[in-house]
């Protein structure tokens, strides 16, 4: 544009100086052709100052987009998708440990537990047997190499058709999510810490009870987890309505075990029959007034426990009135967490935590 117009300033100077009318009209004519032409022709690769550095320019045939738009584009870990294995891997916990390491205190071990495993960096809470302990090397930290513990668990896995589904970190952002609901981190084997590198591992099964296992280690030491899923398996028994009836009259309490859908005030079936039981005791005796009192476990903060804790009781009470008892004979309350009556650290005590106690006023 520049040159154009030094171009332009030139040939003017010209005409003035030409001698004569007509020399004077034909150059100015081709003066002006030349301005328009250079005034139409656009600067070339000129960009307008939205605020964005070189490296947020806008490609021809991509278009930006933000990091929950990329995520939701990644493949989901979909177990569907995953070979069967059909090699007999004997007893649970199915693997031993590779030459030269020894778990550094007595590996913890439970029937039932819910443990919370990496996958597509969510840390994903699954139920079933659990054991998960500390790896070391046998002559201490100068022999332990983080490449053989990693090596000798990949290659068994893959060998009985397992399959490498995540390899990576979560960060700080999970691990404030789902930290206060994993009420065991802390214990020997613990994974699932910011920072902390995580191997999660699938093992498929026919018969449902798929096998998880995940690694995680550094410079001097490892974790290791094992999880076989099995579904919850109830051991408490709905209390019929004499014995409910019975405890109220001598104890002047009795403790109920009623089944919500998970964190939420919704009884299910089974506890929408544990609920006539109370209803029939009222009926027996239309003078016995009680109080309903609702309890959680201590997953979760205090203040979402106290109000599930109020929900479920009230819950209860609107049940019993719906099935014929009057409702000046009822009042609910919630205590939340407090006063357990089990160990909030395994699930078998926080099962027993989550409870109904009816007392009689």
Same mark, same amino acid.
Request: proline share 4%; with cysteine; net charge negative.
């Given at each position: 544009?520049?040159?154009?117009?030094? %171009?332009?300033?030139?040939?003017?100077?010209?005409?003035?100086? @030409?001698?004569?009318?007509?020399?004077?009209?034909?150059?100015?004519?081709?003066?002006?052709?030349?301005?328009? %032409?250079?005034?139409?022709?656009?600067?070339?690769?000129?960009?307008?100052?939205?605020?964005?550095?070189?490296?947020?320019?806008?490609?021809?045939?991509?278009?930006?987009?933000?990091?929950?738009?990329?995520?939701?584009?990644?493949?989901?870990?979909?177990?569907?998708?995953?070979?069967?294995?059909?090699?007999?891997?004997?007893?649970?916990?199915?693997?031993?440990?590779?030459?030269?390491?020894?778990?550094?205190?007595?590996?913890?071990?439970?029937?039932?537990?819910?443990?919370?495993?990496?996958?597509?960096?969510?840390?994903?809470?699954?139920?079933?047997?659990? +054991?998960?302990?500390?790896?070391?090397?046998?002559?201490?930290?100068?022999? +332990?190499?983080?490449?053989?513990?990693?090596?000798?668990?990949?290659?068994?896995?893959? @060998?009985?058709?397992?399959?490498?589904?995540?390899?990576?970190?979560?960060?700080?952002?999970?691990?404030?999510?789902?930290?206060?609901?994993?009420?065991?981190?802390?214990?020997?084997?613990?994974?699932?810490?910011?920072?902390?590198?995580?191997?999660?591992?699938?093992?498929?099964?026919?018969?449902?009870?798929?096998?998880?296992?995940?690694?995680?280690?550094?410079?001097?030491?490892?974790?290791?987890?094992?999880?076989?899923?099995?579904?919850?398996?109830?051991?408490?028994?709905?209390?019929?309505?004499?014995?409910?009836?019975?405890?109220?009259?001598?104890?002047?309490?009795?403790?109920?075990?009623?089944?919500?859908?998970?964190?939420?005030?919704?009884?299910?079936?089974?506890?929408?029959?544990?609920?006539?039981?109370?209803?029939?005791?009222?009926?027996?005796?239309?003078?016995?007034?009680? @109080?309903?009192?609702?309890?959680?476990?201590?997953?979760?903060?205090?203040?979402?426990?106290?109000?599930?804790?109020?929900?479920?009781?009230?819950?209860?009470?609107?049940?019993?009135?719906?099935?014929?008892?009057?409702?000046?004979?009822?009042?609910?309350?919630?205590?939340?967490?407090?006063?357990?009556? %089990?160990?909030?650290?395994?699930?078998?005590?926080? %099962?027993?935590?989550?409870?109904?106690?009816?007392?009689?006023?």
């Amino acid at each position: 544009m520049e040159v154009v117009v030094s %171009a332009t300033s030139f040939l003017f100077i010209y005409i003035m100086k @030409s001698s004569t009318t007509h020399s004077k009209r034909i150059l100015l004519f081709f003066v002006l052709a030349l301005h328009l %032409a250079s005034c139409k022709k656009g600067p070339e690769n000129k960009n307008t100052d939205t605020g964005a550095g070189p490296a947020e320019e806008t490609q021809i045939g991509h278009t930006p987009v933000n990091e929950e738009e990329r995520d939701a584009g990644k493949p989901k870990f979909n177990i569907n998708e995953l070979p069967i294995s059909k090699v007999d891997l004997g007893e649970f916990p199915f693997f031993g440990l590779p030459e030269g390491l020894v778990t550094t205190n007595r590996p913890i071990q439970r029937k039932y537990d819910v443990l919370y495993v990496a996958l597509d960096g969510i840390m994903t809470p699954l139920e079933g047997k659990v +054991w998960k302990t500390y790896i070391s090397a046998e002559g201490g930290y100068d022999e +332990w190499s983080l490449p053989y513990f990693q090596k000798s668990y990949d290659d068994i896995i893959t @060998s009985v058709d397992g399959v490498k589904v995540f390899d990576g970190k979560i960060n700080s952002e999970e691990y404030e999510r789902y930290h206060d609901d994993a009420v065991y981190m802390g214990e020997d084997g613990s994974i699932g810490y910011v920072g902390q590198r995580i191997r999660t591992y699938v093992i498929r099964r026919p018969d449902g009870g798929n096998i998880y296992v995940q690694l995680a280690g550094d410079g001097v030491s490892g974790s290791l987890n094992i999880l076989q899923e099995k579904p919850f398996e109830q051991t408490i028994s709905i209390l019929k309505s004499d014995k409910i009836q019975k405890d109220l009259e001598e104890s002047g309490k009795v403790v109920l075990y009623i089944n919500f859908e998970l964190d939420k005030a919704v009884l299910t079936p089974k506890g929408a029959e544990a609920v006539e039981e109370v209803a029939k005791a009222l009926r027996s005796d239309e003078g016995l007034k009680v @109080s309903v009192h609702g309890y959680t476990d201590a997953s979760g903060d205090d203040a979402h426990n106290q109000k599930l804790s109020e929900n479920r009781a009230q819950t209860v009470m609107k049940e019993l009135v719906s099935m014929g008892i009057d409702a000046q004979r009822l009042s609910f309350q919630g205590h939340g967490s407090q006063n357990p009556i %089990a160990d909030n650290e395994t699930e078998e005590g926080r %099962a027993k935590n989550r409870r109904v106690e009816l007392i009689k006023q």
